[in-house]
């Protein structure tokens, strides 16, 4: 069973760093791309980038290109979502996701179960 | 960038209804590849459709996607209660792959 486990809620402060994950199982993590999905309080979804962690090909929207990093450790099948300085409007809910596939053009077919993140002075 | 836009943005009916959503694309949308997600409050999204018009794996058959170019449409044959939620449409085809803003189906 193809299962992506995110870690637990944040709460940080303005200008902290934060890393959070996503666990994959079930499947061979190297060959499917994995994305990172975001969704503010209230708000829809925004598709913030994805990675192939067979070689660590990156793809992020221009929207959050320079404001995150997003990176995988294939060695415990685990992607990864950070920021190097937060702000409090990095408050949202973060969801990683994964293809159907072993294909770059095909939608998100499993999700975890989100990461929330509270930026608050 | 592929703006996508979503039509209406409430949708008050009753269960047994027909349901008719819609998605425009700024610019056509590559090979079709429009999906529909399905998101309740609390949950992750859905995967619904994809490839503009095949249901997921267990998606029943009252859910169907049409459309291609600029124009989709996501269609409930008779609602259910618990298809009331928000439903976001998603181009795969250029990147960045984009969402509409969603579309909520709630009870009148």
């Known amino acids: 069973e193809v299962q992506l486990v995110q870690s637990g809620a944040e709460v940080k402060k303005p200008g902290e760093s934060l890393k959070i994950s996503c666990k994959g199982s079930?499947?061979?993590?190297?060959?499917?791309?994995i994305g990172w999905v975001r969704q503010m309080p209230g708000k829809g979804l925004e598709w913030m980038g994805i990675i192939y962690p067979g070689d660590s090909d990156t793809r992020y929207s221009p929207s959050f290109q320079g404001q995150v990093t997003i990176s995988a450790d294939k060695s415990i099948s685990t992607a990864y979502l950070q920021w190097s300085s937060l702000r409090a409007s990095d408050t949202a809910m973060y969801y990683c996701?994964?293809?159907?596939?072993?294909?770059?053009?095909?939608?998100?077919?499993?999700w975890g179960q989100g990461t929330l993140v509270t930026v608050s002075s | 960038e592929i703006v996508l836009t979503q039509s209406p943005g409430t949708l008050s009916l009753s269960p047994g209804e027909r349901a008719t959503l819609s998605c425009r694309a700024s610019?056509?949308?590559?090979?079709?590849?429009l999906a529909w997600y399905l998101q309740k409050p609390g949950q992750a999204p859905r995967l619904l459709i994809y490839?503009?018009?095949s249901r997921a794996t267990g998606i029943p058959d009252r859910f169907s996607g049409s459309g291609s170019g600029t124009d989709f449409t996501l269609t409930i044959s008779r609602l259910e209660p618990e298809d009331f939620a928000v439903y976001y449409c998603q181009q795969y085809g250029s990147s960045p792959r984009t969402f509409g803003q969603g579309t909520k189906v709630e009870i009148k």
């Open positions: 610019q056509s949308v590559s090979s079709s590849y």
């Open positions: 490839g503009a018009s």
């Open positions: 079930g499947y061979s993590f190297t060959t499917y791309w």
């Open positions: 996701a994964r293809p159907a596939g072993p294909f770059y053009y095909s939608p998100f077919d499993y």
